[in-house]
Structure formats: structure tokens, C-alpha cells
């Protein structure tokens, strides 16, 4: 079914006194947001939704998000409402300079999530690992965990329960207590769960991260470096499986969706 670390751990508690609160500015585009953060400064926002308690909603917002949001009425609500939405492809940092409001860089969950466990490692923090095919969250936690040896992975579990199945589910990451919750069950189910049941789990970070178990595992290799530096790691994809053509189909629409757009709202 699945594992956990720790069977009965205190849920994560707040720091006693939370740092003041800081929001990076956030740019309004294609009726949804993003914001204005690098790697490092994604980074900081962890630490400080840890530091005050739960639950965070993290998006990592790509372009087929933004597709989808134009008539998915709730997951549009869902990345308004998000604490931090990162940008997670090369045409979303595309279409921020398109729009008058350039990004300073790409914040791709592939890479967010082992930076995370670099951290967790360091500051005691627990994560847990929801999603993909049998086996595959298993193999990301053990290869998470030969990376960075001190790294807490406090449970894991497929994305593959039944409607059945779910209580059992959400009382194992209840059990295991985790700061960070990694959801990987593709776009938009995995952030409609989170949004779903964030109040129940109460993790102070939750993330969906779509196919990065997939990667983490080394089950899907990655795009060459130098193909995710030219924004070309959908056609690898792509190339590895042609399963994945509805997804790149959504590029087209997006491209037409930013250069018929004004100029995005200055950042808030």
C-alpha cells in the first residue's frame, strides 16, 4: 500500500515567533498569476512557510497550466489563491517578457524538489512523497535519500488509490506529520487535491510536481542540459513518448493566448 517513516509524529508546529511576512511581487498574466522569484528566493519562501505553519499551497506553474486555466474555472481560482506560484517552464519566462514583466529565471519542480531535500537534510525537516505508478515515489526517496543522507523522507505512496482508498491515504500523511508534501498526479488533479484536503493535512508546504518522481526515481531521464537551457524539454519529452503529443498540443494555444494578450498587470 505504502510506507511511512514515523507512525505517530506530532503534526508540524509554528514557530513561536514567525518572521514577518514577506510575499515576492506577483505579475498577473492570462487570467492567472506568477511570481517574481528565482530559485533562492523560492528556497526562502519554504523556510518561512515552514517557520510559520501550515498549509501553503506551492504551483509550479507551466504553460499547459495556463491553457487549462482558461477554462478550468477552479484550477484558475486554485493558482489565484496559491501562497507562491513559481514559474516552471521556459513559456511562461517567455511570455512574462512577451507581456512587459520579465522573470528572472526558471524555478522547474526537477529542480525545486532535491533543493528542498538539500535543506530538509540540513534543517530536520520531514517530506513526504505522493504520486505516480507503484514503486515510483519508493525509488525517489531512496535516491533522495543516497543524495543527501540526513534527508527525512517520512512516507510514501502511489497516486494510483481509489475513492475507497483515500481516507487511508490522507490519515498515513497525517501519521507521518511532513513539513513538505510532494504530490505528483498530473496537472490538474494534483493541485485540486491539494487544494481539496490542505486544511485536513495541514503540511506547511504542499507541491504538485507533476512527473518529477519520474525523474527522481530515474525511471524518465531528463533533457539534456543544454535542450532545458534553449526551452526545448518538451520536445524531448516528447521524443521519449509520443503519449505526451496532447500536452505539447497545448503549446500553440498558449502562444496565440500571449501574443493576443495586453501588457500583463505590474507585479503586486
Known amino acids: 500500500m505504502g510506507s511511512s517513516a514515523q507512525d505517530n509524529v506530532a503534526a508540524p508546529k509554528a514557530s513561536p515567533e514567525p518572521p514577518a511576512a514577506h510575499r515576492p511581487p506577483r505579475f498577473r498574466m492570462l487570467g492567472v498569476c ?15 512557510f515552514i517557520r510559520q505553519g501550515g498549509p501553503h499551497h506551492m504551483v509550479t506553474l507551466d504553460s499547459s497550466m495556463c491553457v487549462l486555466a482558461q477554462r478550468d474555472e477552479a484550477l484558475r481560482r486554485i493558482i489565484l489563491s496559491a501562497e507562491l506560484v513559481v514559474p516552471d517552464s521556459a513559456g511562461v519566462l517567455w511570455a512574462s517578457r512577451r507581456l512587459g514583466m520579465p522573470l528572472p529565471e526558471r524555478v522547474s519542480g526537477a529542480d525545486l524538489v532535491p533543493e528542498i ?28 535519500q ?25 490519515e498515513q500523511i497525517r501519521q ?31 507541491i504538485g510536481v507533476g512527473g518529477t518522481l ?8 531528463r533533457a539534456p542540459r543544454w535542450m532545458q537551457q534553449r526551452g526545448l524539454e518538451w520536445a524531448y519529452r516528447l521524443l521519449r513518448n ?26 503586486q
Open 214 to 221: 519520474d525523474v527522481l526515481s530515474g525511471t524518465v531521464p
Open 34 to 48: 506568477v511570481d517574481c522569484v528565482t530559485m533562492a528566493e523560492t528556497l526562502r519562501q519554504t523556510e518561512q
Open 242 to 267: 509520443p503519449r505526451k503529443i496532447g500536452k505539447v498540443l497545448t503549446l500553440p494555444r498558449f502562444v496565440a493566448l500571449v501574443l493576443l494578450a495586453g501588457r500583463g498587470t505590474p507585479p
Open 117 to 144: 531535500a538539500r535543506m530538509a537534510s540540513e534543517k530536520g525537516w520531514r517530506m513526504y512523497l505522493l504520486g505516480s505508478k507503484p514503486g515510483i515515489a519508493e525509488l525517489a526517496a531512496r535516491n533522495l
Open 176 to 206: 507521518a506529520a511532513p513539513h513538505i508534501l510532494c504530490v505528483a498526479m498530473g496537472i490538474p488533479r494534483q493541485e485540486k487535491w491539494i487544494q481539496a484536503h490542505r486544511d485536513a493535512l495541514n503540511a506547511p508546504v504542499m
Open 146 to 170: 543516497s543524495r543527501f543522507a540526513h534527508c527525512c523522507i517520512a512516507g510514501t505512496h502511489h497516486g494510483y488509490f481509489s475513492a475507497d482508498e483515500e481516507a487511508a491515504v490522507l
